[in-house]
């Protein structure tokens, strides 16, 4: 059964089992994430309960910070497939309002009992803060479920190069190119999804055909060259490619990111095509080139440079 998703804790409209339900951001659904949903699901499955999510949109600092909010690995979309595919039954996502800004740490716990009476057990990382000023820690987490009969379980870092993995981290590889970092602490590869859009056809004639698609999250990884695979419904398995994602300074210039895929063999998809990029390696950033010559000329050391990270050289 695919989980049930409900907007805000208000609607939501579940049997009447114990729930064991996960609290937090989960940005980028990393290993850390995982391991609180998976607590969750688990304990759920022993008891004969539900297992769920509770999360937010838009990202707190939106409201709080907005000048400078955090730029999220996730869209909106991909994240709720994410926590779907998880396996959990339910998803809730609670709007962040000004108001439940205002909620004081103390009246957190009775407001979700408010509308979730069935709540047995909270997961939660053991860093999670809450409530007004991010006043609430685990200790007081621990405190107000006492006083209800909830249990907490606050689940430990996961650490990668022994530091905890977190978004931030996550956030600063991404900007930096070092994909294969936070693809290990993401757990599965970065990606980006899209609807295959005509370029000004323009690759072809220079010898690399591309599938282009937009790409503009919240937190922009960094420009420049990669080596990724390619999927997509219309052809099963995934496709070797070399990609550029930026803003093509060379030719156009834009302002809008794209990502550009040169396929290293036979390309089964075209324009109109959804398409899955996952980024596997940074081969450099990208450049203005003097001349469209030069700029082929570079293409063909970078399709290489693919070829021999998948070792097909
Ligand atoms: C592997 C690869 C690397 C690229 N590197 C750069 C680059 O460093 N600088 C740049 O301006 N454009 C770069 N491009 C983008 C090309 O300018 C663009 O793909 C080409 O102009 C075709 O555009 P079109 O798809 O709109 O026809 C790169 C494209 C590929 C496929
Ligand atoms: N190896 C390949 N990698 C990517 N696209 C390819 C490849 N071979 C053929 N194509 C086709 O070429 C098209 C892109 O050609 P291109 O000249 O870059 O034009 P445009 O970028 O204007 O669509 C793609 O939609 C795809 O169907």
């Not at 209800?148 to 977190?166: A, F």
């Not at 070092?178 to 899209?194: C, T, V």
Request: aromatic share 8%; with cysteine; hydrophobic share 40%.
């Amino acid at each position: 059964m695919p989980a049930v998703q409900f907007q805000n804790i208000e609607n939501t409209r579940l049997p009447a089992k114990p729930l064991h339900l996960a609290i937090g951001m989960f940005d980028g659904m990393h290993l850390g994430h995982r391991a609180v949903i998976d607590m969750a699901i688990q304990s759920a499955r022993r008891s004969g309960g539900l297992a769920g999510v509770l999360t937010f949109a838009p990202h707190p600092t939106v409201l709080l910070r907005p000048d400078n909010p955090t730029r999220l690995i996730c869209n909106p979309g991909t994240k709720a497939r994410l926590l779907v595919e998880t396996g959990v039954d339910f998803v809730i996502t609670q709007q962040f309002t000004p108001e439940l800004a205002q909620v004081e740490a103390e009246d957190f716990i009775p407001l979700l009992l408010k509308h979730l009476p069935r709540l047995n057990t909270i997961y939660v990382g053991e860093n999670w803060r809450f409530g007004r000023g991010r006043r609430g820690d685990m200790a007081m987490l621990v405190a107000g479920a006492k006083k209800h009969r909830l249990t907490v379980v606050g689940v430990s870092h996961v650490s990668e190069n022994g530091k905890p993995i977190s978004s931030t981290r996550i956030r600063a590889c991404l900007e930096d190119g070092e994909i294969e970092e936070a693809n290990i602490m993401l757990g599965y590869s970065y990606f980006a999804e899209g609807t295959v859009m005509p370029g000004k056809a323009l690759g072809r004639d220079l010898g690399y055909p591309t599938l282009n698609i937009p790409w503009e999250p919240g937190l922009r990884p960094r420009l420049g060259v990669y080596a990724v695979e390619v999927s997509g419904e219309k052809a099963p398995g995934k496709y070797r490619a070399v990609a550029n994602y930026g803003l093509r300074p060379t030719v156009e210039n834009s302002t809008q990111p794209r990502i550009e895929a040169h396929l290293l063999g036979p390309c089964p998809f075209t324009g109109g095509d959804q398409i899955r990029v996952d980024w596997l390696r940074f081969i450099r950033p990208e450049m203005k080139f003097a001349s469209v010559d030069e700029l082929t000329a570079q293409i063909a050391k970078d399709r290489a440079k693919a070829e021999a990270f998948f070792d097909l050289a």
